[in-house]
T-cell receptor, first 114, second 118 residues
Framework: AQKITQTQPGMFVQEKEAVTLDCTYD???????LFWYKQPSSGEMIFLIY??????QNATEGRYSLNFQKARKSANLVISASQLGDSAMYFC???????????FGSGTKLNVKP | SQTIHQWPATLVQPVGSPLSLECTVE??????LYWYRQAAGRGLQLLFY??????ISSEVPQNLSASRPQDRQFILSSKKLLLSDSGFYLC?????????????????FGAGSRLTVL
């Protein structure tokens, strides 16, 4: 069975500081992709970053980086230099390469304080 | 480039009325298509997905149905809405299955349809 766990329902961070959003996953598939999405209050789902299970290096996209620890089955999102516009819900997701389905965590609501 | 359109953006319907939400994808062919529902302040629940015309997989037994009459068109329907059908409905697409060398196969979402059943 596939499962994504985000244990932080809500988090606060001071503007310009870094923040880590936790994500752990459970799968028996050897090949899979890990994704993070941002959902602002408007509701749109915005793709942020991707990590393949065979990738040797952690993915980075601008201020976003993914701290991938395969043995621990964790894929934490790190946002550096937080901005007020980073306030949103953040979802971790996984897709086993042999499946058509994407599995989502319950989300973390991030609030950036000025 | 690929785009995904979803409509209507907002819908207020009485209990017992029918529902039709439509989603179309442009700029790609033979996509996987998905319908998700999100209750207020909650995560995403996969309702249906489709790997081709007429091929629908239902994830959760419920009052809703889905159809894919054309390659890039995905429709979510109900004959009689319930109060519990209220929520934010998201259509999404991805490329077909690939192996670990085929890249991210990102799931791309439409803007969503907010349904309120009164």
């Amino acid at each position: 069975a596939q499962k994504i766990t985000q244990t932080q329902p809500g988090m606060f961070v001071q503007e310009k500081e870094a923040v880590t959003l936790d994500c752990t996953y459970d799968t028996s598939d050897p090949s899979y992709g890990l994704f993070w999405y941002k959902q602002p209050s408007s509701g749109e789902m915005i793709f942020l970053i991707y990590q393949g299970s065979y990738d040797q290096q952690n993915a980075t996209e601008g201020r976003y980086s993914l701290n991938f620890q395969k043995a621990r089955k964790s894929a934490n999102l790190v946002i550096s230099a937080s901005q007020l516009g980073d306030s949103a819900m953040y979802f971790c997701a996984m897709r086993p390469y042999n499946f058509n389905k994407f599995y989502f965590g319950s989300g973390t609501k991030l609030n950036v304080k000025p | 480039s690929q785009t995904i359109h979803q409509w209507p953006a907002t819908l207020v319907q009485p209990v017992g009325s029918p529902l039709s939400l439509e989603c179309t994808v442009e700029g790609t062919s033979n996509p996987n298509l998905y319908w998700y529902r999100q209750a207020a302040g909650r995560g995403l629940q996969l309702l249906f997905y489709s790997v081709g015309i007429g091929q629908i997989s239902s994830e959760v037994p419920q009052n809703l149905s889905a159809s894919r009459p054309q390659d890039r068109q995905f429709i979510l329907s109900s004959k009689k809405l319930l109060l519990s059908d209220s929520g934010f409905y998201l259509c999404a697409w991805s490329v077909q299955l690939g192996d670990r060398h085929s890249g991210a196969n990102v799931l791309t979402f439409g803007a969503g349809s907010r349904l309120t059943v009164l």
